[in-house]
Structure formats: C-alpha cells, structure tokens
C-alpha cells in the first residue's frame, strides 16, 4: 500500500520562503517522474511544478516560474519543492504524486497524476500579505 506524505507547510509573509518534502511508503520516487499540486478553495488541483523521472526535465506553470524549483534525494527516497518570493495566490495545500508531466512549462498545470488513489493529507502553505 502507497502513502505519500506531505510536510513542510505553514504561515509566512508574502516574499518568505518555504521547502516542503515529500516522501513515500511503498513506493521509490525515483521510479516515476513526481508533480507537485496545490489545490485551494474553490479551485482545481493543479500540477505546478513536475520533475521528469530522469531528475533532469523540470516543467512549471507560469505562475511559479524562477520562484520554485523541484528538486529529489534519491538516498533519501524524498522529494522537495524549494519555494521562494511566495506570494499570497500561492496559498493552498499542497500535495505530490507521480506524475505524468507536460512537455513544456506554462498554462495552468503542468502535471497529470498518474494514481488518484495515491494521494496523501498534503501540506498547507499560507502567505499574507
């Protein structure tokens, strides 16, 4: 059985910086290309960021990009979404899963979950303004 484990999240002011991780039971990370979601009310889960399984490609939406960065320890099965210059929009929970990433940056997702069923709690990340 999968558990996708989201932490890292909490309140900071807008401009702050935050490094949420993601970590799995069940599964090695590295076996799939992982996206990042955030999900906030009344909207959609959105894939914001996906890290092909090579740990190469990188894809972000517009909204993220030269502010986030998605990075993997492979040692330590974990996954990381290294967030800078956060903004009060970027308020949501946040969640990763395997994935299935887009082939260039831009809209608004770049990443298709490959398990719904995998989902985890996610982590929330608020930012005031």
């Known amino acids: 059985q999968v558990h996708m484990i989201e932490s890292g999240g909490g309140l900071v002011p807008e401009g702050g910086s935050l490094r949420l991780s993601c970590t799995a039971s069940g599964l090695t990370l590295d076996d799939f290309a992982m996206g990042w979601f955030r999900e906030s009310y009344g909207t959609t889960r959105d894939g914001v960021a996906c890290l092909g399984r090579s740990g190469v490609t990188k894809t972000y939406v517009d909204s993220v990009k030269g502010r986030f960065n998605v990075t993997r320890d492979i040692p330590k099965n974990t996954l990381y979404l290294h967030m800078n210059n956060l903004k009060p929009d970027d308020t949501a929970t946040y969640y990763c899963?395997?994935?299935?990433?887009?082939?260039?940056?831009?809209?608004?997702?770049?990443?298709?979950?490959?398990?719904?069923?995998?989902w985890g709690q996610g982590t929330q990340v608020s930012v005031s303004s």
């Open positions: 899963a395997p994935a299935s990433c887009s082939r260039a940056s831009g809209g608004h997702s770049v990443a298709d979950a490959l398990f719904p069923s995998y």
